[in-house]
């Protein structure tokens, strides 16, 4: 099993959808999870935290579960500039970073 | 922007060459860390950088190695390059070792 593993892509939503990503970690010991946004050609950029069971930053949520290893990114009411790529992140021995492979969004008018 | 400045931004070397990419890291920050990103792909962790000392490697063999400066500025050197060391290197750095790390726009190498 991939230590990091996300939904395959990519998803193409209308404007104003809601979409949402899933992300599944093989370290049981993991505390704290990252996502992290690309955009085409740039470099990653951190978008959420999340330590405990979950956060919500204004149109996205978080969510972690614990016992089934997954972590979960909700976007509402989508916005064509939410168009990118989206990296799940789980740090491996505190310093190193372990990524998926992202998943692209494309929200079209 | 985030502060971390990387230089150059695009290379085109040839297989058995050798690179240097450099890395400016954002004021205060003492921990340096190098990705790997190859197309379609997520990052992949190269090594790591606090105070001087390598304290973190991934799974990249010895001719990739790195160094960091009392000012904390980095290197990456990569020795006999092959077709597959094509791919966006990213710098990123932080305070210690659990703060945010904040990237750069990355050096993007391409062998041929």
């Known amino acids: 099993r991939k230590e990091v593993e996300q939904d395959p892509g990519p998803f193409n939503v209308p404007e104003g959808a809601t979409v949402a990503f899933n992300c599944t970690y093989s370290?049981?010991?993991?505390?704290?999870f990252f996502w992290y946004r690309q955009d085409c050609r740039k470099e990653p950029k951190l978008l959420m935290s999340?330590?405990?069971s979950g956060n919500e930053d204004g149109r996205f949520t978080a969510q972690l579960n614990r016992a089934s290893q997954y972590i979960s990114l909700l976007i509402r009411d989508s916005k064509l500039s939410d168009s990118a790529t989206y990296l799940c992140?789980?740090?491996?021995?505190?310093?190193?970073?372990?990524f998926g492979k992202g998943t692209s969004l494309l929200v079209t008018p | 922007e985030t502060g971390v400045t990387q230089s150059p931004t695009h290379l085109i070397k040839t297989r058995g060459q050798q690179v240097t990419l450099r890395c400016s890291s954002q004021?205060?920050?003492?921990?340096v860390s190098w990705y790997q990103q190859a197309l379609g792909q997520g990052p992949q962790f190269i090594f790591q950088?606090?105070?001087?000392?390598?304290?973190g490697r991934g799974n990249f063999p010895p001719r990739f190695s790195g160094l960091q400066f009392p000012n904390y500025s980095s290197e990456l050197n990569v020795n006999a390059l092959e077709l597959d060391d094509s791919a966006l290197y990213l710098c990123?750095?932080?305070?210690?070792?659990?703060?945010?790390?904040?990237f750069g726009e990355g050096s993007r190498l391409t062998v041929l």
């Open positions: 990123a750095s932080r305070v210690g070792y659990t703060g945010e790390l904040f």
């Open positions: 992140v789980v740090p491996n021995s505190g310093y190193a970073l372990n």
């Open positions: 950088y606090y105070r001087e000392e390598e304290n």
């Open positions: 004021s205060g920050h003492n921990t």
């Open positions: 999340v330590y405990s």
């Open positions: 370290n049981s010991a993991s505390q704290s």
